[in-house]
């Protein structure tokens, strides 16, 4: 069964310093979804992009966050000067459809960041 | 986006026993879904049930949805070990955007 692959799996990085994560979608999804998890709270939803421009974003994805989907398969977020509050497990999803039209979001295993 | 409201927060249990959880939501759906997360893992879709299902099975899993009473149940039957996990309920509207939103689950603990 095709999969949402996120690498790397872990990422540590100093404070101040800029992050990539990256996500492979499912090849025939148009929607795209960032989602993070600080340790022991909600999944929190951050960000969906659909069309090659976002579509959706919370108040937690402020300017120090980006999107982009820079080729065909690549989903990638991107924090400009990490914070230590940043320390989270990023999700990123993807669906067919918009999920209002009972489609569901298929979910990676997410990348752990630790900001020290 | 609305959330889900689940009960109860935690959930312990023999393996083999039933487990049920339950959803409660605030406005009118087009669908509902219930996802699993294991621990330190991705969500994992379980079941979508549209406004106007009552009832969907899949496998050891039974959903129910009352959108008279706003709310949804799940149950797992014959539960196992790998059954551990996090259950999330995600009510879905028509007019809120693609995200879907999630409350704080149901921790289920099965114990071998």
């Known amino acids: 069964e095709p999969e949402v692959t996120q690498t790397p799996s872990h990422q540590v990085t100093q404070m101040g310093q800029e992050v990539i994560l990256r996500c492979v979608p499912i090849?025939?999804?148009?929607?795209f979804y960032w989602y993070r998890q600080i340790l022991g709270q909600k999944v929190e939803f951050l960000v969906s992009?659909?069309?090659?421009?976002?579509?959706?974003k919370s108040e937690i994805f402020d300017d120090q966050f980006s999107v982009e989907r820079p080729d065909g398969s690549n989903f990638t977020l991107k924090i400009r000067s990490t914070k230590l509050e940043d320390s989270a497990m990023y999700f990123c999803?993807?669906?067919?459809?918009?999920?209002?039209?009972?489609?569901?979001?298929?979910f990676g295993n997410g990348t752990r960041l630790t900001v020290t | 986006s609305q959330q889900g409201e689940e009960d109860p927060q935690a959930l312990s249990i023999q393996e083999g026993e039933n487990a049920t959880m339950n959803c409660s939501y605030k406005?009118?759906?087009?669908?509902l879904q219930w996802y699993r997360q294991n621990s330190g893992r991705g969500l994992v879709h379980l079941i979508l049930?549209?406004?106007?299902?009552r009832e969907k099975h899949s496998g050891r899993l039974r959903v129910t949805l009352d959108t008279s009473k706003k709310s949804s149940s799940l149950l797992i039957t014959a539960s196992r070990a790998a059954d551990t996990a996090s259950y999330f309920c995600?009510?879905?509207?028509?007019?809120?955007?693609?995200?879907?939103?999630f409350g704080g689950g149901t921790r289920v603990l099965v114990k071998p």
């Open positions: 090849s025939n999804h148009l929607y």
């Open positions: 992009f659909y069309n090659n421009e976002i579509s959706e």
């Open positions: 995600a009510p879905r509207t028509g007019t809120a955007g693609n995200k879907l939103t």
């Open positions: 406005t009118s759906i087009n669908n």
């Open positions: 999803a993807s669906s067919d459809r918009p999920s209002s039209y009972n489609s569901p979001l298929h």
């Open positions: 049930i549209r406004s106007n299902e």
